[in-house]
């Protein structure tokens, strides 16, 4: 059985154990995942239904077949051709699955436009939200996975290294962003996680901010949170230094971040809840002088997509299992004056984790 086929299996369990009959699938991390193949989300209406039995369907475009029917020959597939639409096919496709199916979708990726389709044949009553059941699909990453992960971040690593080298002074956000752009693809990045995010001075109290024209200037801040993309894995890293020096107060807050990332993660151990690294890592915070400057909660899962299951905050008791990779990445930030960010991937191991990032976490001024 192959690895997909196995997959497609464990997917079945948990249509079953949550008492759905089938779950379609549009282009995106979830349908590559148990099929190998990647499409992409067009204007096209495209889906994988499997079946809690272990069977499965598709609706695809024509111009798909090839790349489709190599892959999952087994797949009862309904091909709709451009110049006849997609209607056809959703009927035929609800008439195989059988009108009184339970049918889950992607509540977080599936558009207006195949809801809209299937619940034509389905009933609004008939599609339930699959999201629940099928978090636990990809929470534990495989051996490639995790290998695919760490040639993602060395790559990032190796990227960041090169781009403080050639210094931040004088450089404008997006000049700095272009190169570190350009150092991840020279040392093989399949692709950009992210837009990476670069954000000088006080515009770093923006978590999310946008590079700009702005300049790097003595005493500025510079965050950088930026990822390499390699085979199916993405890569999520903060690093926050200062342009020549830091005045005291800046170091300060740098400091408090530190024993946050720190605390964050010596609490990942397999057992454990999850919120407990956000509680470790955010009780750093709040017993600071800098508590009214928290804005996030610790980190998130990460591996096909940026941000998936797990959420790591206090309020998540699901237990840390081995396998698990998040991120940790406390943050302080004060309006018009500063953001720090330091952020860290892990994995869950049986004797505790690894940190797959390794790139220095001290404070750091360049010139």
């Not at 590559?32 to 193949?37: F, H, K, N």
């Not at 500063?338 to 404070?363: A, Y």
Request: glycine share 10%; hydrophobic share 40%; with cysteine.
């Amino acid at each position: 059985m192959s690895d997909f086929s196995k997959r497609r299996a464990r997917a079945a369990d948990l249509l079953r154990s949550a008492g759905l009959g089938a779950a379609a699938f549009v282009p995106g991390p979830n349908l590559a995942y148990l099929t190998g193949v990647h499409l992409h989300l067009m204007e096209r209406p495209t889906l994988f239904v499997l079946c809690a039995d272990g069977s499965s369907h598709a609706l695809m475009p024509a111009l798909e077949k090839q790349k489709w029917r190599s892959a999952m020959p087994e797949a009862d597939t309904v091909y709709w051709e451009d110049s006849n639409g997609p209607a056809a096919g959703f009927a035929v496709l609800s008439d195989r699955l059988g009108k009184g199916v339970v049918l889950g979708v992607e509540g977080l990726r599936m558009r207006a436009s195949e809801y809209r389709s299937l619940a034509h044949h389905f009933g609004h009553e008939g599609l339930v939200d699959a999201e629940p059941a099928l978090v636990d699909l990809r929470l534990v990453k495989d051996p490639r996975e995790i290998d695919e992960l760490r040639r993602a971040i060395a790559i990032s690593e190796a990227a960041l290294g090169e781009t403080y080298d050639a210094g931040i002074g004088g450089q404008t956000e997006k000049q700095i962003s272009a190169r570190l752009k350009a150092a991840m693809l020279a040392h093989g990045a399949t692709g950009f996680a992210f837009e990476p995010i670069v954000l000088s001075g006080g515009a770093a109290a923006d978590p999310h901010g946008d590079a700009s024209e702005r300049t790097v200037s003595a005493g500025n801040v510079l965050l950088i949170d930026f990822g390499a993309s390699y085979g199916d894995m993405h890569a999520d890293i903060t690093r926050t230094v200062f342009c020549e020096h830091a005045s005291d107060a800046h170091a300060a807050i740098y400091e408090t971040v530190l024993s946050a990332n720190e605390a964050g993660r010596q609490a990942v151990r397999a057992g454990a809840p999850v919120g407990a690294v956000d509680a470790a890592a955010t009780d750093r915070l709040l017993d600071s002088p800098f508590a009214d400057l928290i804005l996030h909660k610790t980190g998130h899962g990460l591996g096909r997509e940026v941000h998936e299951a797990p959420a790591v905050m206090r309020s998540n008791t699901d237990p840390q299992r081995t396998g698990m990779v998040f991120t940790i990445e406390p943050g302080l930030y004060r309006r018009n004056d500063i953001g720090v960010r330091i952020e860290d991937n892990v994995v869950v191991t049986d004797n505790g984790h690894d940190c797959l990032t390794q790139f220095n976490r001290e404070i750091m001024t360049l010139a």
